[in-house]
């Protein structure tokens, strides 16, 4: 990519080329202190934050992580701005880009994400739809460089939407095995599924799909799961009862290597996906994952704002 060149963040792949680098830095910068104090390639720019839903994790990650960069962040609550309400997303789009430097957009339908991007003359980070969350993938995979056995793979239990299609998607490109258990009619998107395979057919790496937990977590390094009812969802009543057989518990991880690490995006629902017993135990690393949010779209943020910067310092 040539600095001149705006690019966006809509899903993982997008930033395909660069991932193994990506996921890199963060993990040199994290660990390389003496650097944080001088380092600000976003000096001068703002990058503004748009929410339709709520977020923790990555609203302040967002913002911690652009203030150390030397960046000013803002965050827009979507009740308290025009969009959505009397102005379009193309409109919304075009006006912050006189303003802005980059924005990131947490939105329930992903068109809506790719809309904005398109209108956009600045990058656009997609900051969680119903179809993609690529900086939490960004985040799992520098966790599970930092802690997981690189000899097993990655297992998923629970729903194939959004948290699921990154982690594939990054998993895969960084030469993990990826087996993944959704309930009937859960499974993930055709669409992601087969970038998903094109991905694997380039690196090696395979991707099988049950309907069995058990199956999916034999030997595994990693098991991951997510609550039931994303956000946006809670109308589907019958949703709940899909999962039943799928809650990651005691006797589910008892087929996993024994060194295996438990990982969530957060917010957990404790006595639904997961028990206390697993989320508390010393195979989870649920909040360094969430730490690493921070770490990982500040590499993010400076290999799309100013990648030269991002360039100099991979390149140190
Ligand atoms: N994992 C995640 O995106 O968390 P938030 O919804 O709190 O941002
Ligand atoms: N799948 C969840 C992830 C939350 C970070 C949701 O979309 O609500």
């Known amino acids: 990519m040539s600095n001149n060149e705006k690019k966006d963040l809509l899903a993982i792949d997008d930033l395909i080329d660069d991932l193994d680098d990506i996921i890199n830095w963060a993990i040199k910068y994290k660990n390389d202190e003496s650097i944080h104090q001088d380092f600000k390639p976003l000096d001068g720019m703002a990058i503004g934050s748009i929410y339709e839903k709520p977020s923790t994790r990555t609203r302040v990650s967002f913002e911690v992580g652009v203030s150390r960069l030397g960046g000013q962040p803002l965050t827009l609550l979507a009740n308290d701005i025009q969009l959505g309400k009397s102005e379009s997303i193309g409109d919304t789009a075009a006006v912050l880009s006189r303003f802005l430097d980059g924005i990131t957009y947490r939105c329930f339908g992903h068109a809506d994400v790719e809309e904005l991007a398109r209108t956009s003359t600045v990058p656009v980070i997609n900051a969680l739809s119903d179809l993609h969350h690529p900086c939490q993938s960004a985040a799992d995979l520098m966790a599970i460089r930092e802690h997981a056995n690189p000899e097993g793979h990655i297992a998923w239990v629970g729903d194939g939407n959004n948290v699921f299609h990154d982690l594939a998607l990054a998993g895969l490109a960084l030469g993990y095995d990826v087996k993944y258990a959704t309930p009937v009619g859960m499974e993930p998107d055709s669409n992601v599924l087969s970038r998903c ?3 694997a057919s380039k690196t090696g790496a395979k991707i099988i799909g049950t309907n069995d937990p ?3 977590v034999k030997n595994a ?3 991951y799961t997510d609550i039931f009812v994303s ?9 709940f009862s899909a999962f039943e057989g799928f809650q990651v518990n005691e006797e589910l991880v008892a087929h996993a ?3 295996y690490v438990f990982m969530h995006c957060l917010p957990a629902h404790r006595g639904e996906e997961v028990t206390d017993a697993v989320i ?3 195979n989870s690393i649920v909040l360094d994952q969430a730490e690493n949010r921070m770490w990982a779209q500040m590499s993010i943020l ?4 100013n990648n030269d910067a991002w360039h100099a310092y991979n390149e140190m």
């Open 231 to 239: 956000m946006g969802e809670e109308h589907i009543t019958d949703k």
């Open 214 to 216: 058990i199956e999916a």
């Open 302 to 305: 400076t290999y799309l704002c």
């Open 197 to 199: 395979e094109d991905i």
């Open 280 to 282: 508390d135990s010393p």
């Open 257 to 259: 290597y024994h060194d």
């Open 221 to 223: 390094a990693v098991i």
